[in-house]
């Protein structure tokens, strides 16, 4: 079964340091990996996939994410951290269970960033 | 840019009560979803919709129905509310067809529901 972790439930960083949101998932076949985030009482907004091609995927926000095959893991990154940042960063994996354009996602637990001036 | 509208944000129920969420999108996408958040446990789906009048259960869906009588809006339905399912509920949607498989959701900003 598809499934992915998110092993830090926080993650801490000062204004302007890199960070990084650890990702790891777990499928059978080639992985559709996705990166979205939650700010406070918003929904889920999309920053970034992985479907194939090039390992460092950027997205919006000046985010980008390295896909590991080696290692199954999509951390998400960014080089310099603002203090807007701070939110909810979920991890999520495509259910290949289901075919056609279902689409569905498997989410991660989340992952909190605060980021400190 | 995909507008995907709750009706409410916040919502207060009494057990038992039926309790009606609504979603409306604004992109003709085929596709429809409820999630349910809760701390510590990211996203879970309770149903989501591939076209009008059809429905699949996702991960979920026990104590929930739904409803999609039209393509744009798609409802989620708690037969008799039970604190248990005090929760963030989300929906979101996007496009079916070739490529869908790599698109992203669409959210709506989500209905905080507390049943009492």
């Known amino acids: 079964a598809q499934s992915v972790a998110q092993p830090e439930d926080q993650v801490n960083v000062a204004e302007g340091n890199p960070l990084t949101v650890k990702c790891t998932y777990s499928v059978s076949g080639n992985p559709y990996l996705f990166w979205y985030v939650q700010y406070p009482n918003r929904g889920l907004q999309f920053l970034l996939k992985?479907?194939?091609?090039?390992?460092l995927v950027k997205g919006s926000y000046g985010f980008e994410a390295e896909f590991n095959k080696s290692q199954t893991s999509f951390h998400l990154k960014k080089p310099s951290a603002l203090v807007s940042d701070s939110a909810l960063y979920f991890c999520a994996v495509r259910d290949i269970g289901f075919s056609g354009g279902y689409n569905k996602l498997i989410f991660g637990a989340g992952t909190r960033l605060a980021v400190h001036p | 840019d995909v507008k995907v509208t709750q009706s409410s944000r916040y919502l207060v129920k009494r057990t038992g009560e039926k309790v009606f969420l609504e979603c409306v999108q604004d992109m003709d996408h085929e596709n429809m979803f409820w999630y349910r958040q809760d701390p510590g446990l990211g996203l879970r789906l309770i149903y989501f919709s591939y076209d009008v009048k059809m429905k699949e259960k996702g991960d979920i869906p026990e104590g929930y129905s739904v409803s999609r009588e039209k393509k744009e809006r798609f409802s989620l339905i708690l037969e008799s509310a039970s604190t248990n399912q005090t929760s963030m509920y989300l929906c979101a949607s996007s496009f079916f067809g070739q490529g869908a498989y790599n698109s992203p959701l669409h959210f709506g900003n989500g209905t905080r529901l507390t049943v009492t």
């Open positions: 992985y479907i194939t091609g090039d390992n």
